[in-house]
């Protein structure tokens, strides 16, 4: 709707314009500020060319009225056309707000946890916003391809050998153990070392030169687990490259880097030219025991990444990577490559609570919040709405009882209501969303009119989330328009009133948002409740 209304004052025009959702809804339904930039190029008031704007762009066909106020120009939209449009959406539901084809093609990268254990309460904010980023992206037209990246190589693995063979001996064999510093914990640990030995005897176990392969062994089982969890959470992923099988491609990508000077050796150690493009410092790329680092690892997958020729690649890291994203962007200059196309989100850890007071985890479990454990306890939609309604790079604090309640404290039981609502409306008078595809709108008021407005706002919602990476804006939007619809279903009798089928029509364009609005967060919307 916005985009069309754009278009048609454009070509009047014959200027690009803003076009904007004025907050004080009774001064119409758009607004544009193009008197104030055309003023300077024409010599005039702002003013005065606002009132003869007016007269140019006056159309019954779209506008019921527009007014100049203090330089502004302000649109009304008419029932026609707001009619019109319903008509079109109501007909063709399958293709409401969905983009057309747009040709650049994504790769966004996202989760990438390591392989040593189960996501935990932070992981699932990256994946949940990714996905969701993807749907939208994919909707609205894009050729987007997601993938994850499996840190399967590096000290990581060494000490995932090292920890399952101390569960087995803790909790499988009753030892006596003696914990290093560092190391992981859980019950995954215990689980992989009964497979392991089921497959290759005690004895196995006790082997220091096994670990390399226990640690293998235990690679693929919490490959298997993380999948899992992430099925449950309603995400996929088109790819899965392994950063151990990219290895073999390091000395071609480090010739590369040695061709451009961006490499030099330092006490046995080879280095990279960072600080060149702002790094605090020239990083480590091989050690001085001959073995490439971790950044040596992204340099070549960040390579890879680039040779299979994408428009633009999207990373969502974890907001501990900050520091990162210089070294790996000067790498990818140093590579030949533009990293101007490569697009790095964070994404912020999460506060959990339960009651008002911080979330406890089991000792048994480990000592993080497994994201498998509150997909249990309050459900992927819920989980998958809470973490939405935020920027990805801000902190994110949540109560897992709220996200229970039945009421409008919880934002997903509140928009699902208003879907189930609307749902039961229909039953109530006994006809389907065919019967009123064809319903005029013409004595519906005002007030009737601003809730198909707004729910013919999604396309618009959907287009400023994606182009600047915020899905909350999604997860708001589909807040207020709930409320909308509470407040219009408290304000009218409809069933048997004179306008029945035309509130009905209202109503089901609405519900054609959320339930539109929702499936692209990963979320199927209520029909009963």
Known sequence: MQNIVKEFIEKVLEKSIVLEKPKDSSLGHFATPVAFSLAKELKKSPMILADELVLKLENKDYFEK??????????????????????????????????????????????????????????????????????????????????????????????????????????????????????????????????????????????????????????????????????????????FVSE???????????????????????????????????????????????????????????????????DRYINIWGADHHGYITRVKAAIEFLGNDSSKLEILLSQMVQLLKGGEPYKMSKRRGTVILMSDITEEIGSDALRFVFLTKKSDTHLEFDIDMLKNQDSTNPIFYINYAHARINQVFVKAGISNDDVKDISFENLNSDSLNLVYESLLLKAVLEDAFAKREMQKITEYLYSLASSVHRFYNEHKIVGSENEKAYLKVLSMAKLSIKVGLKLLGIEAKEIM
């Not at 391809?145 to 990581?156: C, L, M, R, W």
């Not at 030219?273 to 605090?280: H, P």
């Open 244 to 310: 151990k099988s990219l290895y073999s491609s390091w000395e071609s990508t480090k010739s590369v880097l040695e061709k451009n000077g961006s490499l030099y050796n330092k006490d046995d150690k080879t280095y990279l030219k960072s600080t060149q493009f702002g790094d605090d410092s020239d990083r480590v790329v091989v050690r001085d025991n001959g073995i490439p680092t971790y950044l040596a690892g992204d340099i070549i997958y960040h390579k890879n990444k680039y040779d299979r020729d994408f």
């Open 66 to 239: 527009v007014e100049a106020v203090k330089g502004f120009i302000n649109f009304t939209l008419s029932k026609k056309f707001i009619e019109k449009l319903t008509n079109e959406a109501l007909k063709n539901s399958e293709d409401f707000a969905k983009g057309s084809y747009k040709d650049e093609k994504i790769l966004l990268e996202y989760v990438s946890a390591n392989p040593t254990g189960p996501l935990h309460i932070g992981h699932a904010r990256g994946a949940i916003f990714g996905d969701s980023l993807a749907k939208v992206g994919k909707y609205l037209g894009y050729d987007i391809s997601t993938e994850y990246y499996i840190n399967d190589a590096g000290a990581q693995m060494d000490l995932l050998g090292l920890s399952v063979n101390l569960a087995a001996r803790e909790f499988i064999f009753n030892e006596d153990v003696i914990y290093p510093e560092v190391y992981y914990r859980g019950d995954y640990l215990v689980d992989i070392a009964n497979l392991v030995i089921d497959k290759f005897g005690k004895d196995y176990i006790y082997n220091e030169d096994n670990f390399k392969e226990i640690a293998l062994f235990g690679k693929d089982f919490v490959m298997n687990l993380i999948i899992k969890d992430l099925k449950d959470l309603g995400i996929e992923f088109d790819n």
